[in-house]
Structures are given as C-alpha cells and as structure tokens.
C-alpha cells in the first residue's frame, strides 16, 4: 500500500458516521459483510436524499436499524 495523504477538513455529524461506517466495514470485510456495508448504504441514502425528509432522519427512527 502506498504513501496516503492527510487532509483536514470540517464534517458534519452525519458525514462523520458515514466515514465510520465505511471504514469500519472496510476493516471487518468480509466478516462484517453484508450488514455494515447496509448500513453504509442507509446512512448514504438518507444523507443524499432530496427534498429532505426529516422523518427519515430523526433520532427515533435511525436507532430502529443501527447495529
């Protein structure tokens, strides 16, 4: 594996619990598969979904499938 940059920039909690999910996935690959990698996938979706719906994206109903 190469040489890797760091950059520093500012997040959003949301962003930052994405990044998480993806790097915990990456690191538990394959045994973590399939289920951090759908929860990745949730986290995306309701980051990028338009208009935002802000029933998807309360507290209440994302602690319904956090693992």
Known sequence: MGKTDKI??????????????????????????????LYAQRLFDIMVDMPKNDLLSTDKNLASWKY
Do not use: F, S
Request: some cysteine; glycine content about 4%.
């Open 8 to 37: 520093l920039i500012e997040v959003t909690p949301e962003e930052e619990e994405l990044i998480a999910a993806i790097r915990n996935y990456c690191k538990t690959y394959p045994d973590g598969y399939p289920e951090l990698l």
